[in-house]
């Protein structure tokens, strides 16, 4: 990747507008970004969700997942997950991994939706308003195209 297009997906990444969300620095995403095992998908309308996972091997983790504030319950992180899924089933990937926390309701319901299920759980994984937060270890099977 080159260095104006991440600054570009910086861009792109800071215009998401989320609720009580902490973004990445511009430094830390950077690092992120120069990572050729790191994949990022926009909604076909750019400022209105994200997705971010990481290849490792044979599977892929999200390490972020995020609607902008004023198109909750579109639709728009299920396209996000869904293009997730197709480029897994192109590139060979098996596995889709991702932590969420015990507390997100709509969250899980989606991920649930969506073929993910709970492999675990991970006490204290998050912090939020200084308080320490479970979540959930979920997984998706993913099949390969034929």
Same mark, same amino acid.
């Given at each position: ?6 600054? !570009?997906?910086? *861009?792109?990444? %800071?215009?998401?507008?989320?609720? +009580? *969300?902490? =973004?990445?620095? !511009?430094? #830390?995403? *950077?690092?992120? #970004?120069? &990572?050729k095992?790191?994949? #990022? #998908?926009?909604?076909?309308? +750019? ?14 983790? %999200? ?22 899924? &197709?480029?897994? *089933?192109?590139?060979?990937? /098996? =596995? ?15 991920y649930t ?9 991970? +006490?204290?994984?998050? %912090? /939020?308003?200084?308080?320490?937060? &479970? ?9 390969? /195209? %034929?």
């Amino acid at each position: 990747m080159q260095k104006n297009d991440s600054e !570009k997906l910086y *861009k792109k990444y %800071i215009a998401i507008k989320e609720n +009580n *969300k902490n =973004k990445w620095s !511009k430094e #830390f995403f *950077k690092k992120i #970004f120069l &990572d050729k095992k790191t994949f #990022f #998908f926009f909604h076909k309308k +750019n400022s209105r969700g994200y997705l971010i996972a990481r290849k490792i091997l044979d599977e892929f983790e %999200i390490l972020s997942l995020a609607t902008n504030k004023n198109y909750f319950r579109k639709g728009i992180a299920s396209e996000l997950i869904d293009l997730l899924i &197709d480029e897994a *089933k192109e590139i060979g990937v /098996k =596995k889709i991994f991702l932590e969420v926390a015990t507390l997100n309701v709509a969250a899980i319901s989606l991920y649930t939706k969506m073929g993910f299920i709970i492999i675990g759980k991970r +006490n204290g994984y998050y %912090i /939020k308003n200084g308080k320490k937060q &479970d979540a959930y270890n979920m997984v998706i099977n993913i099949n390969r /195209k %034929i």
